[in-house]
């Protein structure tokens, strides 16, 4: 038994396995692509124009309220209890469309969804903190596949059983309930982590201090950085790793990895992007079914969203799995593509809203969302390469939750019924807009990159080589 255990709490592979399995099942969502026609249906019967302009931006509100405080209390907690919370309100979610049918449990279901997006960036964050530095690219390649496959499985098993079995959608929701409180099961098998990226406890810091002279890469310490590890120990003299004083540290090491990160141009760039693009396409995400429903309405008419979705799934993992075998200098070329993708997905939303085709809507779709999940793992591969994994950790929330913010602007004056209450199409071509200004800033910043390399290629090899020197400094945070 005590070998067991030992193997549990060192084993990256124990680890990695639970947190796939986790992943498979609380994404493997099998009533999602289906989840506006059966609020639109017989089971709750709501209209179109009040799921559009007033359900689904209460759901974007209610996310950006919870998204910085889930972000401190990730690390503070340690990732697990926030990871069992998500499964526990995704079992919710999915009691409530089960046997909760009409307009009041659905606004409460919008809340109870925006706690469950909310606490993913503790699930992703989750294996910062458990899972060995040398271990790192294997482990997310698996946990993210499981993510993948279980979205994929869900979304063509509901084509399946819509087209094939022609199921009724209440059933696809007692499935997925199934599979999501299999997930929260699963969920109490995570280890706890030893200690949160800023909050560390006071052993953490007494052995940090005492015997790590060199970074956690190797890279040494200056007499200063020592004496930095000495003051973390003395502002956590008070006691656990909940103690005022370990809060200060934690407070001193989030600003100071703040200042680190965005010190960085490229990376200002690439979370510019990031922030820009991903309030975008979650806000196109979140509507697309309103404007499939809208072209062919699903009351009368066959529709494919889980074949759709599924589909999407695997041209986008094709799309970024390939980044990792292009030979590309991107600090030179990454900006510029940016902006060609971008314009290619500028292309692909105009094409949804202006089509009166549902296959040509399915194929604009397909290519945006591919764009999307290519041009995102540029981006976080790029952010990554340049900082430290706590500063990359807070990148991840800070861009977060800009995107956010930028989608709640989007949807207060776009959407909600209390403003412009636009209809579905003006939406989407004001979306195809708002792409369309990304690609033109991203073309001429990456233009201008990459001519002023082809006129200065030394000029680019010292950012590269000033680069690498700031993922060496900021391992002492």
Aim: net charge neutral.
């Amino acid at each position: 038994m005590g070998s067991w255990a030992k193997l549990k709490s060192s084993s990256w592979a124990y680890h990695t396995a639970v947190l796939s399995l986790y992943g498979f099942f609380a994404y493997c969502r099998v009533a999602e692509p289906f989840l506006t026609p059966y609020l639109m249906g017989p089971n709750n019967n709501i209209s179109g124009e009040v799921v559009t302009n007033y359900l689904f931006p209460i759901w974007t509100y209610s996310k950006l309220a919870c998204l910085l405080p889930v972000f401190l209390l990730t690390d503070f907690l340690r990732h697990k209890p926030l990871v069992v919370v998500q499964g526990l309100f995704l079992v919710t979610n999915y009691v409530l469309l089960c046997f909760a049918p009409g307009l009041l449990a659905m606004v409460f279901l919008q809340v109870n969804y925006a706690v469950v997006t909310s606490t993913e960036v503790a699930y992703l964050s989750y294996i910062y903190s458990v899972i060995p530095i040398e271990n790192y690219q294997r482990a997310t390649g698996y946990v993210r596949s499981a993510m993948l496959v279980g979205y994929t499985f869900g979304a063509s098993l509901a084509q399946v059983l819509v087209s094939v079995a022609e199921l009724d959608l209440f059933y696809l929701n007692a499935i997925t309930l199934r599979t999501v409180s299999m997930a929260l099961l699963i969920s109490f098998w995570l280890p706890m982590p030893q200690r949160g990226l800023f909050f560390k406890g006071k052993k953490d810091a007494a052995v940090g201090s005492s015997s790590h002279q060199t970074g956690p890469l190797g890279a040494v310490m200056d007499k200063e950085e020592v004496g930095s590890r000495k003051e973390k120990m003395e502002l956590d003299g008070s006691g656990g790793w909940h103690s005022w004083g370990n809060m200060a540290t934690a407070g001193h090491l989030l600003w100071k990895s703040f200042r680190e990160t965005y010190s960085s141009r490229n990376v200002i760039y690439w979370s510019l992007w990031w922030a820009l693009a991903t309030a975008g396409y979650e806000q196109i995400f979140n509507y697309v079914q309103l404007m499939w429903d809208h072209i062919e309405p699903s009351a009368t008419s066959s529709i494919y969203n889980g074949a759709v979705e599924a589909a999407c799934s695997l041209v986008g993992a094709v799309a970024a799995f390939s980044v990792g075998h292009l030979k590309v200098t991107w600090a030179v070329w990454g900006e510029l593509a940016l902006g060609l993708f971008s314009a290619v997905a500028t292309g692909a939303v105009f094409l949804m809203a202006l089509t009166s085709s549902i296959w040509a809507c399915y194929a604009g779709y397909v290519i945006f969302k591919s764009c999307y999940m290519l041009l995102i793992t540029i981006t976080t591969f790029q952010i990554a390469s340049n900082l430290s994994m706590e500063c990359y950790a807070l990148a991840f929330g800070i861009n977060t939750f800009v995107a956010f913010l930028l989608q709640t602007i989007i949807t207060l004056v776009v959407v909600d019924e209390a403003t412009l209450g636009l209809d579905i199409v003006t939406q989407f071509i004001i979306y195809g807009s708002y792409y369309a200004f990304i690609s033109a800033l991203f073309l001429i910043r990456g233009t201008y990159t990459a001519c002023t390399h082809q006129r200065n290629p030394e000029l680019t090899q010292s950012k590269e080589h000033e680069s690498s020197g700031d993922v060496i400094s900021a391992e002492r945070f």
